[in-house]
């Protein structure tokens, strides 16, 4: 589900529809309203209401919703273990390893280092950041390292708030996004807080890559 958030460049009109027509009806795409901005997070909610429409009961309790920004190029085989580890671990809600999609070098991809892992986390102050983990089965260890320990997922205090795979029930249950914010910036802390106090968890699967473009500024402060 592709969501329009009131669009105004040429290029997501028609020829958008005419390449999302080759993909006989995989790809739906959903525009706001009267071509309004309704603002991130309630674009965000709008998708899963059309993701919940038309099916039955079984249907949506094994139903798990990917959220992802568009600036967003995802690696191969990226989707499988998200989707596998929230089927596993349903109160979970899990996401990639986060890339770096530099817009100065023609959108290179900087990958991480596959020895440490980056968990999102926040200060005193509220603000999200970003903090290396090393693995535990660090390089010290490479002889001792098995393929499972490579693989496994990492416990992390807060996640980026748009990029993430949970159960669709789960989601419900822990309270969706709050349809009262706009913008983006604080769904990310709101969520993560609201899912660890109710018992959920987060996790990074470090067998999962996305890469993100992410800005140079932030914009709330212009």
């Known amino acids: 589900i592709l969501i329009d958030d009131g669009s105004d460049l040429d290029q997501l009109f028609a020829p ?4 999302i027509a080759l993909w006989d009806g995989r790809i739906k795409l959903l525009r706001s309203d009267n071509r309004s901005r309704q603002g991130l997070i ?7 209401i059309l993701a919940d429409q038309e099916k039955d009961e079984e249907y949506k309790n094994n139903l798990a919703l ?17 989707i596998y580890r929230v089927a596993l671990k349903k109160d979970t809600f899990v996401t990639p ?5 530099s817009t100065k070098e023609n959108f290179k991809l900087q990958a991480s280092n ?26 010290n260890q490479r002889r001792d390292i098995k393929p499972s320990d490579e693989i496994k997922p990492i416990n992390s205090p807060a996640m980026a ?14 309270g969706t996004y709050d349809k009262q914010m706009k913008i983006w910036g604080g769904e990310n802390i709101e969520m993560s807080l609201r ?16 890469g ?3 800005r140079a500024f932030n914009a709330h402060e212009r």
């Open 114 to 139: 596959p020895w440490t892992a980056q968990v999102g986390a926040f200060d005193m102050k509220l603000d999200f950041k970003w903090f290396l983990r090393q693995k535990e089965t660090g390089k």
């Open 161 to 174: 708030g748009g990029l993430f795979t949970v159960m669709r029930n789960t989601f419900i249950k822990y």
């Open 97 to 101: 390893v986060i890339d770096v999609l």
């Open 66 to 82: 990917t959220f992802l920004d568009a600036h967003c190029e995802s690696a191969e085989y990226w989707l499988e273990p998200l």
């Open 195 to 210: 899912v660890w106090m109710c018992g959920g968890s987060i996790e990074v699967i470090p067998c999962s890559h996305v």
């Open 42 to 48: 309630r674009a965000r909610l709008a998708g899963v």
């Open 212 to 214: 993100h473009i992410f």
């Open 16 to 19: 958008l529809e005419a390449w």
